[in-house]
């Protein structure tokens, strides 16, 4: 496996500042135990202009994550070594990166846990290729912008808008009143716009960190601010729950 993955990546030792920065669509450290999983992801992502570096234990992920500086990191959550959700909170003390968690069905408590921890999102197995890469992207928009330092007030996403600096909201060009309350989850929710943020991030963010585990609120003022701002409320286009997780606001 060394020798495979040795001539695999023979031109990728540059870190994300090499020659090939210009054209490449950025750095993805893979950690992932799996042979299959990690060929798909390998050739997926190359097909795609990413380059590639691969870790097959955790402890092996912490170690190319320093040496690399990867751009962004894909983390399985069953490793042989170190547990995912550990990897995961080990990076974040360091590195801003963004990682995206692979998991696998009956992993929902690591999946949540992991996020809590410090990763940004996640993809369930089996997914789809395009899932997976749309999810890539958001997070890649989100590092160049921090690079860029700009910050944009005002966020679209379909027929939604939100302008941060004046607090006005509207849907399909129609203004929106919204309470105080609705306001800031609605915020919360469109500057993650395509990121998913769990119960607790979401509580944390509009009642503050006491009612973490209330999560009967969030469902009550999703329910209004789908009625406000959703076409049809009772299939959400933009305001779509991830289940047992958290919400999403949906990136076409
Ligand atoms: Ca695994």
């Known amino acids: 496996m060394l020798a495979q993955r040795g001539s695999k990546q023979a031109g990728l030792a540059f870190g994300s500042a090499g020659p090939f920065a210009a054209t490449c669509a950025g750095l993805v450290l893979i950690v992932e135990d799996e042979r299959p999983m990690q060929a798909?992801?390998?050739?997926?992502?190359?097909?795609?202009?990413?380059?590639?570096?691969?870790?097959?234990?955790?402890?092996?992920?912490?170690?190319?994550?320093?040496?690399?500086?990867?751009?962004?990191?894909?983390?399985?959550?069953?490793?042989?070594?170190?547990?995912?959700?550990?990897?995961?909170?080990?990076?974040?003390?360091?590195?801003?990166?963004?990682?995206?968690?692979i998991s696998a069905r009956g992993q929902e408590g690591d999946k949540i846990a992991a996020l809590d921890a410090g990763a940004n999102d996640y993809v369930t197995k089996p997914f789809a290729a395009g899932e997976l890469l749309a999810r890539i992207r958001v997070w890649m928009r989100q590092v160049s912008r921090a690079d860029g330092d700009s910050v944009d007030p005002i966020v679209e996403v379909g027929n939604l808008r939100i302008d941060l600096a004046n607090r006005h909201v509207t849907a399909a060009g129609r203004p929106v009143h919204l309470t105080p309350t609705e306001y800031k989850l609605f915020a919360t929710l469109m500057r993650s716009a395509g990121r998913v943020i769990t119960h607790r991030q979401l509580l944390e963010a509009t009642w503050g960190p006491d009612y973490a585990g209330e999560t009967q609120y969030i469902r009550v003022f999703m329910g209004q601010l789908r009625r406000k701002l959703e076409d049809t409320p009772a299939r959400p286009r933009y305001l779509v729950t991830e289940p047992g997780v958290g919400y999403r606001v949906r990136v076409e």
């Not at 320093?66 to 399985?76: E, F, I």
């Not at 170190?82 to 990076?91: M, P, Q, Y």
């Open 40 to 101: 798909l992801l390998q050739s997926v992502l190359a097909d795609h202009g990413y380059r590639t570096v691969l870790a097959t234990h955790g402890a092996e992920g912490l170690t190319q994550a320093s040496a690399h500086n990867p751009d962004l990191v894909l983390l399985d959550l069953g490793l042989p070594d170190i547990d995912g959700v550990e990897v995961a909170g080990r990076l974040r003390e360091w590195m801003e990166v963004p990682i995206v968690i």
